[in-house]
């Protein structure tokens, strides 16, 4: 099983949307996946799968719980309708008790990471080909733990000079330190003149194309030179909605960007379609 992490130093840059999209798009090609929303402060696949009635009708609970208390991994993973897609939610209610918050942002002797291994220990005894982990943004104890049961890590970027400086500190501050995991970098929300209605302002088109490539360059001469992997693009979406475009909308751009970017991921795993 191969455990894959999407993260960013930012918030807002497009984890959940590509988290979802390319755990279902890997679905669809015949993989057993379990797609699971770490963002444990602000959980969101609840916007893309209707984890109400999803929740209610397995019986089953949130990964929250069972970070912070003592069920079993089983009792939090769901089957849903779609063949091959598994997932795990994250608790939201749970969070408005005071403990339970201070559990999750705290450090607590490794105990939430201890969880996080048994729960993958657990998934790896399955039938699961992919875990995949969508992370909170930025450096927390959380997102540490992510990264350090992760083997492969999507950072997650746009294309905006003011990303550098954090992607830089994640590097120097935590991915360098990790051992044995491979790094990919995802550039997402990249502006494109056809998808636009007006004439854009030629020196914008400009500063956009030069930013893509100065963040590029930023990746490939990290200062700790922590060998990152080939540089995914992701076009902006115009009317973007929180949906899964893989199986809603087969033919989109997006969908067409995801399915490329699966088949890469599936031939760097050695797993042809
Ligand atoms: N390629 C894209 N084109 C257009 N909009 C996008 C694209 N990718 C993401 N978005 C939009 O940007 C917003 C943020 O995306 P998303 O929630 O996936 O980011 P995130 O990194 O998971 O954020 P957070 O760190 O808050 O969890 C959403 O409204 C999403 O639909
Ligand atoms: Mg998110």
């Known amino acids: ?80 309708d779609i063949p091959n897609f598994d997932c795990v939610f994250s608790g939201i209610e749970i969070l408005q008790q005071p403990k339970v918050r201070s559990k999750l942002t705290q450090h607590g002797e490794g105990r939430i990471l201890a969880k996080l291994f048994e729960f993958i220990r657990y998934c790896n005894s399955q039938i699961y080909e992919f875990l995949i982990i969508d992370c909170m943004p930025g450096i927390t104890f959380r997102s540490l733990d992510a990264l350090v049961v992760s083997d492969k890590i999507m950072i997650v970027t746009r294309p905006v000079k003011s990303e550098i400086k954090g992607l830089n500190l994640l590097i120097s501050e935590c991915y360098s330190k990790l051992e044995g995991v491979e790094f990919f970098a995802i550039m997402n929300q990249i502006e494109h003149q056809e998808d636009i209605a007006f004439e854009p302002n030629p020196e914008d088109v400009k500063v956009a194309e030069e930013n893509v490539q100065i963040i590029w360059e930023n990746l490939s001469n990290n200062p700790k030179a922590i060998p990152i992997r080939p540089i995914y693009s992701f076009r902006r979406i115009p009317f973007v909605t929180e949906r899964i475009y893989v199986l809603k909308e087969k033919e989109h751009s997006f969908s067409q960007d995801i399915e490329k970017f699966c088949n890469n991921l599936l031939e760097s795993c050695g797993l042809m379609k």
């Open 1 to 80: 099983m191969e455990t894959i992490t999407f993260h960013s130093y930012r918030g807002g840059v497009g984890k959940t949307l590509l988290s979802v999209n390319t755990a279902v798009k890997l679905a669809t090609l015949d993989k057993k996946v379990c797609l699971v929303d770490f963002d444990l402060r602000a959980p969101s696949l609840q916007s893309y799968l209707p984890s109400d009635s999803l929740i209610e009708e397995s019986g089953k609970k949130t990964l929250t719980e069972f970070l912070v208390g003592d069920i079993e991994p089983e009792n939090v993973i769901i089957s849903t």
